[in-house]
């Protein structure tokens, strides 16, 4: 089998080095260009041919953004962005390019602890071997919208057939990963402002991003957006992120945050959450499961299928990866499977809620 050919885009010639030095040590990778700005990136993509791109996030003139919005109208590739994540603007970046189309997006790499370079590179090796066989798809951007709106199918009513929503939901729990900052911007700008449920989402992200992230869903999402606090009563119409290394439960109506082992490698777990919501709310819980990697949340999405609550999984065709939503379908754990832009939809307009009831 051919190596798989890495584009490495980044302007620090000692960043450059290290990610070059990090790749050779993985037979599976070869590096077929680096490149110090966006636009030597563009001028080489066709000839270089890569199969996964190491894009920086913070160029000189054309920023990894524009680069990243660029290779997906042109030359659709798995791009995975590196930021120094502490910089408020860099996320801001980060969290638009992965809306743009990037896959992944890691913590810039430094050479300041010799000792940490065998395990760096054994992660960012990985990273890039496993985004290298993300599908992505060629993308069209505007200046109205980053992405254009594609519209509900008309069979949502039909995909619902035989499904039994809640008669009075109580909560809506969100689980993504790989893919998931700008699936979960989907639902929530498809839900709206005026939902009356609690949303509690589990986005697995690199720890640095955690704060970005949720501060970026927070400005373009029409809800309130936050990040969950131990013991704090969720609201309705508000949303609720896991912080980073903390699963996060509903226990007697309140959230509750632990350390406990991870769940499917991840801590915060969307199974530890989903179960959680089973055990409080029954047949009055909604799960979905979007695009990741693995089968964190299936599980749970189980637990509430199970208690008679409604589950979702998003569908094969818009998920960036398939793993999660795949192996909760597997299990039997799905009412239904809708494409990314039918999910907020249905959970908006098909579930009969009944505030008044459920208080």
């Given at each position: 089998?051919?190596?798989?050919?890495?584009?490495?885009?980044?302007?620090?010639?000692t960043?450059?080095?290290?990610?070059?030095?990090?790749?050779?040590t993985?037979?599976?990778?070869?590096?077929v260009?680096?490149?110090?700005?966006?636009?030597e990136?563009?001028?080489?993509?066709?000839?270089?041919?890569?199969?996964?791109?190491?894009?920086?996030?913070?160029?000189?003139?054309?920023?990894?953004?524009?680069?990243?919005?660029?290779?997906?109208?042109?030359?659709?590739?798995?791009?995975?962005?590196?930021?120094?994540?502490?910089?408020?603007?860099?996320?801001d970046l980060?969290?638009?390019a992965?809306?743009?189309?990037?896959?992944s997006?890691?913590e810039?790499?430094?050479?300041?602890?010799?000792?940490?370079f065998?395990?760096?590179?054994?992660?960012?090796?990985?990273e890039?071997?496993v985004?290298?066989r993300?599908?992505?798809?060629?993308?069209?951007?505007?200046?109205?919208?980053?992405?254009?709106?594609?519209?509900?199918?008309q069979?949502?009513?039909?995909?619902?057939?035989?499904a039994?929503?809640?008669?009075?939901?109580?909560?809506?729990?969100?689980?993504?990963?790989?893919?998931?900052?700008?699936?979960?911007?989907?639902?929530?700008?498809?839900?709206?402002?005026?939902?009356?449920?609690?949303?509690?989402?589990v986005q697995?992200?690199?720890?640095?991003?955690q704060?970005?992230?949720?501060?970026?869903?927070?400005?373009?999402?029409?809800?309130?957006?936050?990040?969950?606090?131990?013991?704090?009563?969720?609201?309705?119409?508000?949303?609720?992120?896991?912080?980073?290394?903390?699963?996060?439960?509903?226990?007697?109506g309140?959230l509750?945050?632990?350390?406990?082992?991870?769940?499917?490698?991840?801590?915060?777990?969307?199974?530890?959450?989903?179960?959680s919501?089973?055990?409080?709310?029954?047949?009055?819980?909604?799960g979905?499961?979007?695009?990741?990697?693995?089968?964190?949340?299936?599980?749970?999405?189980?637990?509430?299928?199970?208690?008679?609550?409604?589950?979702?999984?998003?569908?094969?065709?818009t998920?960036?990866?398939n793993?999660?939503?795949?192996?909760?379908?597997?299990?039997?754990?799905?009412?239904?499977?809708?494409?990314?832009?039918?999910i907020?939809?249905?959970?908006?307009?098909?579930?009969?809620?009944?505030?008044?009831?459920?208080?």
């Open positions: 089998m051919d190596p798989i050919r890495v584009m490495i885009v980044e302007d620090s010639p960043v450059r080095e290290y990610l070059r030095v990090a790749v050779s993985d037979a599976r990778l070869t590096v260009s680096e490149c110090q700005s966006a636009e990136a563009l001028a080489n993509l066709e000839g270089a041919r890569p199969d996964v791109i190491s894009m920086d996030i913070d160029l000189p003139r054309m920023s990894g953004l524009d680069a990243t919005r660029r290779i997906m109208e042109v030359r659709p590739t798995p791009i995975v962005i590196v930021s120094r994540s502490v910089n408020a603007a860099d996320v980060t969290m638009n992965l809306r743009a189309g990037a896959v997006a890691m810039k790499p430094t050479w300041d602890r010799e000792n940490s065998p395990a760096n590179a054994r992660r960012i090796c990985r890039l071997v985004m290298s993300v599908k992505v798809v060629r993308q069209r951007f505007n200046n109205s919208r980053m992405q254009p709106k594609t519209h509900a199918p069979g949502l009513h039909n995909a619902m057939t035989g039994a929503p809640p008669c009075c939901a109580r909560m809506v729990g969100i689980v993504a990963s790989t893919g998931g900052p700008r699936a979960i911007e989907t639902v929530l700008t498809a839900i709206g402002p005026d939902f009356p449920l609690p949303i509690l989402v697995h992200i690199v720890a640095s991003f704060s970005g992230f949720v501060a970026w869903l927070d400005r373009i999402s029409p809800q309130l957006v936050k990040e969950a606090g131990d013991g704090e009563w969720p609201e309705p119409g508000r949303v609720y992120v896991a912080p980073a290394d903390k699963h996060l439960t509903i226990r007697a309140c509750k945050l632990d350390s406990g082992p991870p769940v499917s490698g991840q801590r915060p777990s969307g199974t530890i959450l989903l179960r919501m089973a055990e409080a709310f029954g047949r009055r819980a909604v979905v499961v979007l695009t990741g990697m693995g089968d964190d949340g299936a599980e749970g999405l189980l637990a509430i299928h199970r208690a008679g609550g409604f589950t979702i999984t998003e569908d094969a065709s998920a960036v990866v793993g999660m939503p795949e192996v909760a379908r597997t299990l039997g754990a799905s009412s239904v499977t809708l494409p990314l832009d039918s907020g939809t249905a959970i908006k307009g098909v579930f009969p809620v009944q505030q008044e009831v459920c208080a």
